[in-house]
């Protein structure tokens, strides 16, 4: 279950940052422009967020022996 997760959460940031890759100016290295491109594009970064969270998630279970 949580090699799944994080195969998962993987895809999906890669995902993420893939559309953030070819879809906005990638200005991501100022803090204001990255607030921007979310305010923008809030669902692309949301899967990157959904990613993160299913790694850190999967991790978890991982250390339980789940």
């Given amino acids: ?6 195969s998962l959460g ?7 940052l893939a559309a953030a890759w070819i879809g ?3 200005l991501l290295w100022i803090p204001e422009a ?4 979310v305010r923008r594009n809030p669902e692309t970064y ?3 967020a959904a990613g993160l969270g ?3 998630l999967a991790r978890m279970i ?5």
């Avoid at 279950?1 to 994080?6: G, I, K, N, T």
């Avoid at 993987?10 to 993420?16: A, F, Q, R, S």
């Fill in 54 to 56: 299913l790694m850190v």
């Fill in 46 to 48: 949301g899967v990157v």
């Fill in 10 to 16: 993987g895809l999906l940031v890669l995902l993420g």
């Fill in 62 to 66: 991982g250390r339980r022996g789940g």
């Fill in 1 to 6: 279950m949580a090699r799944w997760l994080s």
């Fill in 24 to 26: 906005w100016d990638a």
């Fill in 34 to 37: 990255a607030v921007a491109a």
